[in-house]
């Protein structure tokens, strides 16, 4: 099953996409469903029920949380909760909700002269980058994100590869422009909040491209065997 985890709707201050549109969008792309992901807040759990069943599609809710370690895709929380600013606090409570938690675009803008994130400068080999805190927090990590350029991409795909972690991909769309680009094909049927979660700690997902071949067939990011040890080599 193909699902957009990483997606924002007319509910955030910053998307102009409608949830209609989107269900309408993600429909015809051919995708199972999606989880919406706002900013800080989470959706009325009632409200994703009703649209769903009005439109029959999978529409569920997760929620993209800015902390001090960047922002993190949580599944699994009903709302916002105090302290989750602090991503180690979140994770204590992504534990007691039996939630899952995603590094969202791990290295964006890691190959402009403004990338902070945390550090005073880029990581200069793979294991340098995987080592930050974060990714000791994490169930995952989106490695194909529609925001980010494909050197950030591969980059976390190198990074979740050698951490073992879930890997995840998302549009991160805020207009119909960006749906589709990227997603996440799970491994087992996906009814539930509770399907997304068990499936990100199991493992048993991939990022996936929305394009397709003319057989109609989904397919998947390449990947490249190599290890890169320069930053300048990524």
């Not at 068990?198 to 991939?206: E, G």
């Amino acid at each position: 099953m193909i699902f957009d985890l990483h997606i924002h709707t007319t509910e955030s201050a910053d998307s102009n996409l409608s949830p209609v549109e989107l269900i309408q969008h993600a429909k015809h792309l051919g995708m199972d469903g999606v989880v919406v992901t706002e900013h800080d807040r989470c959706w009325d759990r009632f409200l994703v029920r009703d649209l769903a069943a009005e439109h029959n599609f999978l529409f569920l809710r997760g929620m993209e949380v800015s902390t001090d370690l960047g922002h993190i895709l949580v599944y699994g929380l009903n709302e916002y909760l105090p302290g989750i600013l602090k991503a180690e606090k979140l994770r204590q409570i992504v534990d007691d909700h039996g939630a899952a938690m995603v590094v969202a675009h791990p290295f964006r803008k890691i190959f402009t002269r403004d990338f902070r994130n945390g550090q005073e400068e880029a990581p200069k080999t793979l294991e340098e980058a995987a080592n930050r805190r974060v990714f000791e927090l994490s169930d995952g990590i989106e490695v194909c994100n529609g925001g980010s350029i494909d050197r950030e991409n591969k980059l976390a795909m190198e990074v979740c590869e050698l951490l073992g972690q879930a890997p995840t991909g998302g549009s991160d769309a805020h207009s119909d422009l960006g749906i589709g680009r990227y997603a996440t094909q799970f491994d087992d049927p996906i009814q539930t909040e509770s399907d997304v979660i068990a499936a990100i700690k199991q493992r048993r997902c991939r990022a996936v491209m929305l394009e397709k071949h003319p057989t109609g067939a989904l397919y998947t990011p390449s990947r490249s065997s190599e290890r890169y040890q320069q930053v300048e080599g990524w």
